[in-house]
Structures are given as C-alpha cells and as structure tokens.
C-alpha cells in the first residue's frame, strides 16, 4: 500500500467532518483534531497518510507538526500502511492472567503473522494493546469496531477462522453469557420479592 | 494584597515579589537549583523534574520551576530528600543518555555533565540496552544527535513562542518520544541557530562547528556583528588565527540572548576569498605588490587632481575609525564628495532624530501599536523583528504595513503596497487613523524598501508628519523610527560622512565615474554599487573580501574584518559600540584606519594622529556622541524632511536574500547552503499565534 499523493474527505465524511467542527466554539476548532483522525483513517484504509493529517491542519487551522504529534502520539492511529482488518489483543494483566498467551498463540497461528505484523495480502494487521478496559471479560480481542471476549485457544481459532471466510462472527462474549454476568449464571436477585400491600417492610 | 510575600528558604526568611515561582524565589535567595528544561525567557514545561525541591506540609517533593510561590510557604533546597530526589532524577535521565561526553561536542559546556557531576549518582544500576534515537536532519546549521536527548523540549518551545515557526514537535509517546519535524525538512527559521544555545545537552549542535574544537581551548573575546545594523553583542570564539564559532552575548537592551543565523554561521566566510597582499593592476592585470608600490601607484594617480574629481563611497561594513581617518583625507585631498549611503538612502546627517531608531530595540516592549513603512523587519534586522513578536506575545499590540506583504511571525494589517497611503494617514482620513489616535505608546518604523527610493524624502517627510500628527513623539516616549540594514550606517551620518557643499552623492558619483568628470574613487568595503559602470575612473578598494568591487579596482589595499580590528560600530538606535580584535587580520592586510594614515603619509597629507587614541579622540570631536561606548544618547526632535510626491508603486524590501547580503556572508559557503535552501523552499508556514 503506497503513499496516496493527495487527500480529501469523501462528501459524506464532509458533512461529518462539518457537524464535529460546529460542536466547538469558534477559535477552538484544533479540539476536533481526534474525532477527524478517526474519520481519516477510516477513510484511507485503516492508516493515516501524511496527505491526510497535512489536509486535517489545513481544516483545522493548526501547523502540521500539531497534528502530527497527535496522531503519533495515540496507539489508535497508525501512521504506516497495515492490514484492513486490525486484530488487537490485549495482553496487559488480568487478560494475561486469563490466558492472553493462549490468545496470542491462536492468532499468530491462524493468521500466520507475529505481533506487529500485517498478513502478506494486507488483509489483517496483528498488534497487540494495552488495556482494552474489558477486564471482567477478560481476554479481549478488538476487531476494528467489535470486542470478542471470553476467548480462549480454540474460541479465538474460531472467531479468526470466521474472519479469514469473510464473515462477521457475532461480537462480545464467545461463552453465550449475557455482558459481564457471572460465569456460572446468575447467582443473586434470582427471585423477585413482592413487597407486602402495605409497603416495603424495611427501611431498604 | 500587598505586593510582595514572605517565604522561608532554607532556615532564612525572606521577602519576594508577589507572581514568582518557587525556583525564582529560591534564585532571589541566592540558591542555585538544577534544572533542565527550565528556560527564563520560554514558557514552563515542568518536564525534566531536575528542580524538585522539599516543601512543608507536601508529602513528595515538589518541581520548583512549576510552583507558584505563596505566602508562608518553608522551602527546603538542601535536605536528604531533595538530594536523594536529584539523584534519583539524574539516574533516570541517564537511563538512555549515551555517555558518550569525550566525542560530544557540548563537552565541558553541558548542562547535564556538570549537575551530573554536582547532583548525580556515581554508577548506573541500569543493566539493560539504551534506546537509540535515529538523528534528524535539521537542515545545514544545526546538527542531532537524538540518542543524548533528554526531552527537555526547550528547542520546541523555542520555534513556537520566540521564532514563531511551528515546525519542531514531540511525535511518539512514553519510550518512543522523539524531538523532530517528523517530515524530514529543515527548520526554516532565521533565529534556529539559538536551539544550539539552549539545548542544555549535546543534541543539537552546531553542524559547521561539529567536531573542530573543545570549548576549552578556545580564545572567548567578546566583540559586536557587523552583518547588519542591530549591533548584537557576540562573543568571538577563536583557536591560533582562525574564529572557530560566534554565539550570542548577553544583552538585554540589544539581543538578549538570540543572534541571528548569518550573525552566528558567516564566519567560516572570514576565511574565504579573502584580500590579503595590496595589489595593482598592471597590463589589465591585479597584481600583487608591496604596501609602498600601492601607495605610489595611488599617489602617482591622485598627485595634482582637483579634489572634484575625487570621490570616495563607504560600504556597509566600515568601522567609524576607518570613517573618520577617510572623512579626513579626503578632505584633506579637497574632495567634497564623500558618502556612506551607499545604498542611496534618502537621509540626511541632520538632525539626528531622523535617522535613529529613536524608540531603541527594549523600547518595543512599551509600543501597543506599530506601524511598518517598507520595512521587513524580519530580514532586514531579525533581532528588531524577535523583539517585535515577543511585544506581540505579551497582548494588545497592533501592527500595521504599508509595503510587500511577507510573514513576519505576527499578524500584520495590510494598509496598501504603496507609499501613496501614507498622504491619507497624515491627514487623518484613513481608517487606521482612530487607532493610531488612542494608542498610547504608537511608533513607527521606516524601512529601507521605503528610503532607497525615489521618493524616499517624501516618504520621511510623511512619517515625520504621521509620528507628530499621531502623538509618537512626546515627553519620555519617541515612535519615529528608522530600520538601518548597515552597521556602517549611524555611525557615518553620525560623523557626517555625507557630501559638502557641490559634492556628489553616491548615484552621482557612478554617473560622474562613467561620464569621466570623476578620475578617482575611493572605495571602502563598497560593494553594493553598480561596480561595472564606472567608466575608467581609478578605482581603489580597501576591504577584505574579494567580492564584487574587488574585481574592478586598480588597487586594492587589503584591510580587516570586523574580527580582526578594534573598532566602534554605532548600531540603529544610536548606540556607539567596541568590536575587538579576536584574531589578527591575513597576510599583510592591516586595520583599516592605520591603512588611511599609511596612504595619507604618501599623498602629502598625513593625517594628524598616530594612535588608535588620538584617532578617537578625533572621532569624538567629529561626533561626541561616539565617545561612550554603550550609551545611547536621545536625539531632541527637530523638523526635517521635504514633502513630496508619493509614489504609488509598491514598497519592496531590498534585501531578498538573508543569508547573502554582505561580503562576508556571500564568501560563506554555509551562507550559500541555506540561501540554496531558502530559495527552493516551496512551503512557508504562516504564522499562526498559537502561542500568542
């Protein structure tokens, strides 16, 4: 994937990039800097190209060094070419005390890549990321926009497995709990209590 | 609220202004803290943490440079927690440091080497591998070494708030933090060469300089540039008979502590091209010859002319000894016609008052509205432009133009490109006039885009009449100013190195020259002239440089840059200054006023002193206001300026390449580098007070 020469927003991200900008009082405009990167890098396929943070400073009234430190600054952006599809796993305590190694096996197994890496089709780019804030689930995997979590091996085979077919496995717990529920079923506020005619019977 | 507050440092209560910061107070004290990334003159960062010091009733040390100062507050700045906190500081910062201190050329001049050896642990405990940091490429002035880094961020803040050019940036995070442009592209700032100052390591340095000398072994002698009219104090830093590097001196009324790129890097045009054996042109030919043969070839030539038919031009390097020893042969000579405008500025040597830079440099900071009259004041004096935007830094300033429009770092109102508008400025129709009529403290600045031309006499007229008009000049408060490009100039009006009666300016000399009504001009230093049409008129040139005049002359008298000569130079506010030799002028070049006397021994007329103190007791008598160094002495207002016809065309600064304006800097090849540089550069970042 080459260095595009030039940089535009699409006419639909336009109106996007129009309706974050009015969100900040005039003179403010550069706090729109994180959500138009975000914007961009969709845009340009997973990377920002110089092109795009030069055309962002140009909206935004800021100097290009502004930018640039911003998106370098963020792990969120990629500055270089990488595969559409971002694998991120975290690997940061309680998802390694989960079993984040087994996670990471399954990956670089399956996609035939090391951590940092893209596949050679650019289809998927590996890396992996500090805490994803999923812990009660832990491990995670972020898939672009999607989290997959209560993975181990076999689950996370599964899951890029589906991926590598095109197809768009279902998000969130791979252990058919419902959120963060306990693990094991429910184990509180298993019966609902009617309270008596008169009214609650204590103070609770 | 009183204005002052009392603190306790160290045992010792104390009182201090009100608004410090806790290591200001302490520096009040008389206690030295270490610091890093602190800088005076730029904003706080607060990021090296070198300057923590104990406070009551804080449970962790505190960063001193970051704490506003209260009243009651006990500070402690010698206690085993501040020093195990230094200790602790230097370690870390060492983590990644390469230690590399015997090839480094800030050795023996590093901040991080000599608190290290104050404050710092005697041994690493770090065991594992150091980062290593890719160099960047920062352009032909300013070599990296990113590995002895410290992220102190002094260079970045430098670009954005004293240079204004937004182009350095802190790009990665946590280990992967890396100082740089993050696209390859030279700093395309005219003061970048102060990142060298202030880097308190050996990161960036000089790229000319790199690996030439250690700091001590270097001859220090403190002297004033000549490259243009600002007078900025340097010091001279030489090894045996060559200068080895120039930095900037201390001064608060003139530079602060900035120079300007051509003021720091010329030099290594000190050693090029240089005149340094007299010469005469025999068969069509300059040949060398001794001092005696060129003097008798003058004096076989000048030996019974009428002194009309002589003329002498002063160039823009030219000390006010050498001025004054010339001023005097020629009149001695008879000749009326002597000039330092060399670039046809239309000013007079009387009165004073109209052309100084009467507000002076630290007066700026008390303007609140400023008008520029074919002045760029960025190229054309780029320690009056740094003063400007620190001004404009500090609020409520107005800066206005009449002239080419160009970035000056600050935002400038356009008024019109030519002179024309001033006429409705000076009667009061013109819709600045209202601003200009509240503001308190309104100067002006009258540049030489303005003055070289036609009208330039009218212009003057105009912007007397705009100063008086708009209250610029009143009690304690003078606004009229005149922006010089020349370092020769003040002093030569101030010695009033301008024609007599029925004598010729410098345009009328090349006409007379090339009309053959004048046999003989004298050149010194001159070389911004039309050097090929000046007929067969006997050309003698004193200078140092072979540089465009050179190459005319019939003879050449080789004289002494401003390196090698003590010498006074009066800057554009007026303030008379000692240049002192640091090394000895080349081969048989001489100090230029010792050259004059020699040569006024040989026509017959010598010259009535022998001593550099007679000669400036001379000086004195010519201009009194030359005999105290250092001090500016205020001009009385006084009318001056004929009106005129303004003319409507634009108002062009005559200097369009900054690296390259003088002998000197167009003999450098580092100089010839960055105007390469300056002249492909496609982008200009425009100045975006971010940091206003």
């Known amino acids: ?204 | 609220m009183s204005d002052s507050i009392k603190v306790t440092i160290d045992g010792a209560a104390i009182e201090v202004p009100r608004g410090l910061t806790v290591l200001q107070a302490c520096e009040l004290a008389g206690r030295e803290i270490p610091l890093f990334c602190f800088h005076p003159r730029l904003n706080i960062a607060g990021n090296c943490r070198m300057c923590l010091v104990e406070i009551e009733k804080s449970p962790k040390p505190v960063a001193s440079c970051a704490m506003p100062a209260a009243d009651g507050m006990v500070i402690k700045t010698d206690t085993p927690m501040v020093h195990k906190a230094r200790k602790g500081v230097l370690e870390m910062l060492l983590i990644n440091h390469p230690l590399d201190c015997p090839i480094c050329d800030q050795g023996g001049e590093c901040d991080l080497q000599d608190l290290t050896l104050f404050y710092g642990p005697d041994h690493s405990r770090f065991k594992e591998n150091k980062r290593t940091v890719l160099d960047k490429n920062l352009g032909p002035l300013i070599s990296t070494h990113m590995t002895r880094c410290i992220h102190c961020t002094r260079c970045i803040r430098f670009a954005n708030e004293i240079a204004g050019v937004e182009e350095l940036g802190a790009t990665g995070r946590g280990e992967h933090m890396e100082i740089g442009t993050w696209v390859e592209r030279a700093v395309t700032s005219e003061l970048s060469g102060n990142m060298i100052d202030i880097c308190p390591v050996g990161a960036l340095n000089s790229k000319p300089y790199e690996y030439r000398a250690r700091s001590w072994e270097l001859r220090k002698t403190e002297s004033i540039d000549v490259l243009d009219a600002v007078g900025c104090n340097i010091r001279v830093d030489a090894r045996g008979p060559e200068v080895m590097r120039i930095v900037p001196r201390l001064n608060e009324d003139i530079n602060e502590e900035w120079i300007s790129d051509k003021t720091r890097f010329s030099y290594d045009g000190l050693r090029k091209r240089r005149l340094d054996v007299p010469m005469v042109r025999r068969d069509g030919k300059l040949q060398p010859c001794d001092w005696r043969d060129a003097f008798a070839a003058i004096a076989q030539r000048v030996q019974g002319l009428p002194g009309a038919q002589i003329g002498a031009i002063v160039g823009d390097l030219a000390d006010c000894e050498a001025m004054t020893a010339l001023k005097d042969l020629m009149a001695a000579l008879g000749s009326p016609s002597i000039d330092c405008r060399q670039d046809g500025a239309r000013l007079a040597a009387s009165p004073r008052c109209s052309y100084l830079f009467n507000t002076t440099i630290a007066g700026i900071e008390q303007a609140d509205s400023c008008l520029l009259i074919g002045a760029n004041p960025r190229f054309e004096a780029a320690l009056v432009n740094a003063r400007l935007r620190k001004r404009y830094r500090q609020g409520r300033f107005h800066v206005a133009r009449i002239g080419a429009p160009d970035d000056l770092t600050f935002p400038v109102e356009e008024l019109g490109l030519g002179a024309d508008v001033l006429a409705s400025l000076a009667d009061g129709s013109h819709r600045l006039a209202e601003r200009l009529g509240q503001a308190a403290h309104p100067m002006l600045i009258v540049g030489p885009g303005a003055l070289t031309r036609s009208d330039g006499g009218a212009i003057l007229a105009a912007a007397r009449e705009i100063a008086e008009r708009y209250g610029m000049v009143k009690d304690g408060w003078n606004g009229f100013n005149v922006l010089h490009t020349a370092a020769s100039r003040v002093g030569g009006l101030d010695l009033g190195l301008v024609p007599d009666q029925g004598g010729k300016d410098v345009a009328r000399m090349v006409k007379a020259a090339l009309g053959g009504e004048l046999a003989v001009l004298f050149l010194l230093g001159a070389d911004e002239i039309e050097v090929d049409q000046l007929g067969s008129a006997f050309v003698i040139y004193q200078g140092h440089h072979g540089d465009r005049a050179a190459r005319r002359a019939d003879v050449i008298l080789p004289g002494a840059a401003y390196t090698e000569k003590d010498a006074t130079y009066v800057n554009l506010e007026g303030r008379p200054q000692r240049a002192k030799l640091a090394v000895f002028p080349p081969g048989d070049a001489k100090e230029d006023w010792k050259i004059l006397r020699a040569l006024s021994d040989a026509l017959g007329h010598r010259l009535a002193y022998d001593t550099l103190g007679q000669l400036r007791a001379r000086m004195a008598e010519l201009a009194p206001v030359l005999a105290h160094p250092d001090v500016i002495e205020p001009a009385a207002w006084r009318s001056f300026g004929r009106k005129g016809k303004l003319d409507a065309s634009t108002l062009v600064s005559p200097i369009q390449d900054f690296y390259r304006t003088d002998p000197i800097s167009r003999a450098s090849p580092v100089m010839a580098e960055c105007s390469a540089l300056h002249q492909t550069r496609t982008t200009t970042l425009p100045a975006t007070g971010t940091y206003g």
């Open chain 1, 1 to 204: 994937m080459s260095a595009p020469a030039g940089f535009e927003f699409t006419a639909e991200n336009r109106a996007k990039v129009d309706a974050i900008i009015a969100k900040y009082p005039a003179g403010r405009q550069a706090s729109a800097v994180l959500p138009l990167l975000t914007l961009a890098q969709a845009q340009a396929g997973g990377w920002l190209p110089q092109p795009a943070l030069d055309h962002i400073a140009d909206l935004l009234g800021m100097p290009s060094i502004r930018v640039y430190e911003v998106a370098s600054f963020y792990d969120m952006f990629n500055t270089k070419p990488v595969g559409r599809i971002q694998v991120r796993i975290c690997t940061t305590t309680p998802c390694w005390l989960c079993g984040s190694d087994e996670v990471v096996r399954a990956c670089k197994e399956t996609l035939g890549i090391g951590i940092g890496e893209s596949t050679p089709d650019g289809r998927f780019f590996l890396r992996e990321f500090e805490c994803l804030g999923a812990c009660a689930n832990a491990p995670i995997l972020w898939v672009d926009d999607d989290f997959y979590e209560d993975l181990d091996y076999a689950k996370t085979k599964a899951v890029l497995n589906a991926l590598l077919k095109g197809e768009r496995p279902k998000p969130g717990s791979q252990t058919g709990r419902q959120g963060s529920m306990p693990a094991g079923g429910r184990t509180t506020l298993k019966t609902i209590e009617q309270p008596d005619a008169g009214g609650p019977t204590d103070a609770g």
